[in-house]
């Protein structure tokens, strides 16, 4: 939990709009009413990612020594695995093209007493490549960003960086709102993504989001996640692929763990994988 003294400045940047800026390729949408129920949710964001996303990581990645927090927001996700006594990163950097955003998430990282280098954030420029070296780190990861990327062009080359800036061998973890919902995550607009609107967000098809990660190996997230929740409630030890692959199929998000390729491996798989390859993957990314 945070310290109050942090605790108290967050809860005044939030209520100041620091989470409520929806970046839509490096254009700021408009600040609407921050409500207290929106308020609590990002103080509880840190518990949330402990819950949701460490567990994730801690049994298919282990133990990294750099991370990359890509449009980390106010700190939520970056500062639940700076705390993960399994990642144990020796240094984590979260990125966003928002200042009052990175600011908040300054306040959030004090507040637990972590600082740099263990954690540091960066305000970036949204509209160029991520400032860092090719496999710069081990893991990297980026949670419902892509969504508010509007074009498929951008979309590919923004994924393009995320594979760069991580290690052959490395990871990254992607999550990013499944299109067959009646509902919107974002703006909650029903019928899902049957209707485009510019300035609105939208989800990118299992299919597109496994094009992107051709010539990857993929973890089977979505089955394992499935057999977790089944297997919490007493109910079976493990259901069938199959089974795990079309329950998934109607749950919020899309979530992706894909391991980059050795050297060896990318020059097995040629100049990106085809389409059947991609198509074949595709179940596995919700």
Not at 49 to 55: F, G, K, M
Not at 249 to 268: F, G, H, N, Y
Request: contains cysteine; positive net charge; aromatic residues 8%.
């Amino acid at each position: 939990m945070m310290e109050q003294a942090e605790l108290h400045t967050f809860r005044a940047l939030i209520k100041q709009g620091a989470a409520a800026q929806d970046i839509f390729d490096g254009q700021v949408e408009a600040i609407g009413p921050v409500s207290e129920a929106f308020v609590q949710r990002e103080i509880a964001r840190v518990t949330q990612h402990q819950a949701a996303l460490c567990p994730l990581l801690e049994r298919h990645v282990g133990q990294v020594n750099s991370v990359l927090d890509v449009g980390c927001g106010t700190g939520g996700t970056s500062v639940a695995m700076a705390l993960s006594p399994v990642l144990k990163p020796l240094r984590l950097v979260g990125v966003d093209p928002n200042s009052k955003t990175i600011e908040a998430a300054r306040v959030r990282a004090q507040g637990y007493q972590l600082s740099p280098p263990r954690l540091q954030f960066v305000v970036i420029d949204g509209n160029r490549p991520l400032p860092y070296r090719d496999g710069e780190f081990d893991l990297t990861t980026c949670v419902s960003v892509l969504e508010f990327i509007e074009t498929d062009s951008e979309r590919r080359r923004f994924v393009s960086e995320l594979r760069r800036v991580t290690r052959p061998g490395g990871y990254v973890y992607l999550a990013t709102p499944n299109p067959y919902r009646l509902s919107r995550v974002h703006k909650s607009r029903w019928i899902g993504d049957s209707i485009f609107r510019k300035g609105m967000p939208w989800s990118w098809p299992p299919g597109c989001v496994a094009e992107a990660f051709a010539g990857c190996q993929i973890v089977p997230l979505a089955r394992f996640r499935m057999s977790e929740v089944f297997r919490g409630r007493g109910w079976v030890t493990r259901l069938p692929d199959w089974m795990c692959d079309l329950m998934v199929s109607i749950m919020p998000w899309q979530k992706v763990l894909a391991r980059m390729p050795q050297p060896d491996q990318a020059q097995t798989a040629g100049r990106g994988a085809g389409r059947d390859e991609a198509a074949g993957a595709a179940a596995n990314f919700r």
